[in-house]
Every structure is written in structure tokens, then in C-alpha cells.
């Protein structure tokens, strides 16, 4: 967990980025995966989705692939499976689309996917 000087640190920088447009992208970007590193599930998709957002939802752009695939790491990390795979499946529809099939960063997704499969019990469409 995040000590209380971190906390106190991070929640400014957070602020900040709400009144600040310019830094608004990087600030969620880099916060939101601490928050992902350090466990705290929440918050990193809190900045994670801000941080959609910011980018734009409707941008054909690999770095959106990434953030999905962070949410979804998010959701795995809270067991939330069933959205964590939702991530996942858009995360690997947009690297299908910008990078193509082959690329690892499809196939990482197509990895998380079946992952989320087990984990459920579906092993056959793990598979």
C-alpha cells in the first residue's frame, strides 16, 4: 500500500491533472499504472479510464490498446472477470485493427483472454 506522504503526493498530482488539461494524459497515464504496480485496483482504474477518456474512446491508436489491456489487468486484479475479459476483447479488437494479427500485442490480449477462460473453468475456450 501506498504510505500516507505518497498518498498525499499522488492525490495532488491527481488534482492537478483536473485543472490542468496540458499534463491531464501523462499524469493519469503514470499514475494509473503505479496504482496498477502497487494493488490498488481502484484507483489505477479510476486514472486508467480518465485517461480513455482524455485520449478519446473512438481513436484507432495502439497506446488505447494498452490502457485497455491495463483496465483489464485492473479488473483480474479484483477478480472481476467477466469485465476484465471485456477489456481484453477490445484491447485485442483495436490491435487486430492498428497493428494486425500477428503482432505480440495481439497475441498478449488473446493471452489474457484465455487466461480469464480458465480461470472461469471454460477451459476448452481457454484452449
Keep these: 500500500m501506498v ?11 491527481y488534482k492537478s491533472a483536473e485543472i ?3 499534463t491531464k494524459v501523462v499524469v493519469y497515464q503514470n499514475l494509473g499504472n503505479l496504482m496498477l504496480q502497487r ?9 486508467l479510464r480518465k485517461l480513455l477518456d482524455a485520449h478519446g474512446k473512438y481513436i484507432l491508436n495502439p497506446e488505447l490498446g494498452q490502457i485497455l489491456l491495463n ?4 479488473h483480474l486484479g479484483i477478480e472481476d472477470y467477466s469485465t476484465g475479459f471485456e477489456y481484453f476483447t477490445r484491447a485485442r479488437g483495436l490491435f487486430e ?9 495481439t497475441a498478449n ?7 480469464i477462460r480458465g480461470k472461469q473453468g471454460d477451459t476448452v475456450e481457454a484452449i
Excluded: K
Excluded at 71 to 74: E, H, Q
Excluded at 97 to 105: A, D, V
Excluded at 109 to 115: N, P, S, T, W
Design 3 to 13: 504510505c500516507f506522504q505518497e498518498s498525499r503526493v499522488i492525490i495532488d498530482t
Design 20 to 22: 490542468n488539461p496540458r
Design 39 to 47: 494493488g490498488d485496483f481502484g484507483m489505477a482504474i479510476d486514472c
Design 71 to 74: 483496465i483489464g489487468l485492473c
Design 97 to 105: 485493427r492498428t497493428l494486425g494479427t500477428m503482432h505480440p500485442e
Design 109 to 115: 490480449a488473446i493471452l489474457h483472454q484465455a487466461f
